[in-house]
């Protein structure tokens, strides 16, 4: 028998993937990063670059190219509208929401 995994999820109650769930999560945090202040830690940390040169080989994932890929538009947009959290937040579910 052929199962699918909205078969799986609806048999176990669950209405959001696991990805989706741990996507919404990152937007999230990126919102919340995002409204705070301009001396934050974690703003500069999430905003900031690392000088130097990289290692070879494919280049790692780093947590604002998925933000970037999730939302399709550039970082300094999406810190734009994330600094209207009712916006952002309607952008982070049209963005989890399983279609």
Same mark, same amino acid.
């Given at each position: *028998?052929?199962?699918?995994?909205? @078969?799986?999820?609806?048999?176990?109650?669950?209405?959001?993937?696991? @990805?989706?769930? #741990?996507? +919404?999560?990152?937007? @999230?945090?990126?919102? %919340?990063?995002?409204?705070?202040?301009?001396?934050?830690?974690?703003?500069?940390? #999430?905003?900031?670059?690392?000088?130097? !040169?990289? !290692?070879?080989?494919? @280049?790692? *994932? =780093? /947590?604002?190219?998925? #933000?970037?890929?999730?939302? #399709?538009?550039?970082? %300094?947009?999406?810190? =734009?509208? +994330? !600094?209207?959290?009712?916006? /952002?937040?309607?952008?982070?579910?049209?963005? !989890?929401?399983? =279609?």
């Amino acid at each position: *028998m052929l199962r699918t995994n909205e @078969s799986i999820l609806d048999e176990l109650g669950k209405k959001q993937r696991l @990805s989706s769930a #741990v996507q +919404a999560r990152i937007l @999230s945090f990126f919102g %919340h990063v995002s409204r705070r202040n301009d001396l934050s830690i974690e703003r500069l940390v #999430v905003r900031g670059k690392v000088e130097g !040169t990289r !290692t070879r080989g494919r @280049s790692p *994932m =780093r /947590w604002t190219d998925q #933000v970037k890929a999730t939302i #399709v538009a550039p970082l %300094h947009e999406c810190a =734009r509208k +994330a !600094t209207v959290r009712e916006e /952002w937040q309607r952008i982070v579910k049209r963005a !989890t929401t399983p =279609r």
